[in-house]
């Protein structure tokens, strides 16, 4: 069938055999007048996607195409878009749509909606299952898509719009600004994030690590500290420094 009913991409059939990618055709939801149409150039890898399709997070519909930090080409846009025009470089990350009308929506909190809508693995109101961005195509809300700008490489922009997302928002919630000190627990995947973006939101960032291998790494962002967790008595120093603490680490020593 093929475009705009439908699009292809790689998918697994079975968690037990998670790496075991097939092309295959899916449907697309039904156009609506604040949609717009995505061919896809890139997607980034977020470990959201491994827990997906390994079965760490549980179940999932199935045959699914994960993916949800997409980059690629407005081809299409519904009669009510007005932030998007035909032809611009757009992204999407982990949420493509909600209801916008309901407290959670009325307060910034649409991740929270009662009624959203994932971008992958998530069904519609008419049945239809959201699938993500390894794909040729997508179909997402205006609200939940946005132009990158073009300073901004496609892959560089694609992570941002999960790991870069995900520290932004609390940086941003919790007012790291001038005159704040901000502590980053970890430097992998989102906190090198949380500290690009607190050094640019003028925040005096500091940087703790159980390894002091990224120390060069996290003063070149700009932190102007680096503290190692894994040091005698290092805590003593900072007791009562930080206005906030940013937890990015996955480790627990």
Known sequence: MGYPDTAEGFMIEDQKKWSEFK???????????????????????????????TGGWGDCPLPICVGHEVVGKAIKVGKDVK?????????VG????????????????ENYCPNGVDTYGAP??????????????MRAH???????????????????????????????RLGAGPGKKVAIVGMG????????WAVALGAEVYVLSHSPGKKEDALKMGAKEFIVTSDKDWFKPY??????????ADATD
Do not use: W
């Open 23 to 53: 092309k295959q055709e899916f449907k697309l939801k039904p156009f609506e007048d604040r949609d717009i149409d995505i061919a896809i150039d890139a997607c980034g890898v977020c470990g959201s996607d491994v827990h997906t399709i």
């Open 83 to 91: 932030t998007i025009k035909v032809g611009d470089r757009v992204g």
């Open 94 to 109: 982990a949420q493509i749509q909600a209801d916008l009308d309901c407290d959670n929506c009325k307060a910034d909190q």
């Open 124 to 137: 519609y109101k008419d049945g239809t299952i959201a699938q993500g961005g390894y794909s040729s195509h």
């Open 142 to 172: 205006e609200y939940f898509t946005f132009k990158i700008p073009d300073n901004i490489e496609t892959a560089i922009a694609a992570p941002m719009l999960c790991a870069g997302l995900t520290v932004y928002s609390p940086l941003v």
């Open 189 to 196: 995947g989102l906190g090198h994030f949380a500290v690009l």
């Open 239 to 248: 007791a009562f420094r930080f206005d906030f603490i940013i937890n990015a």
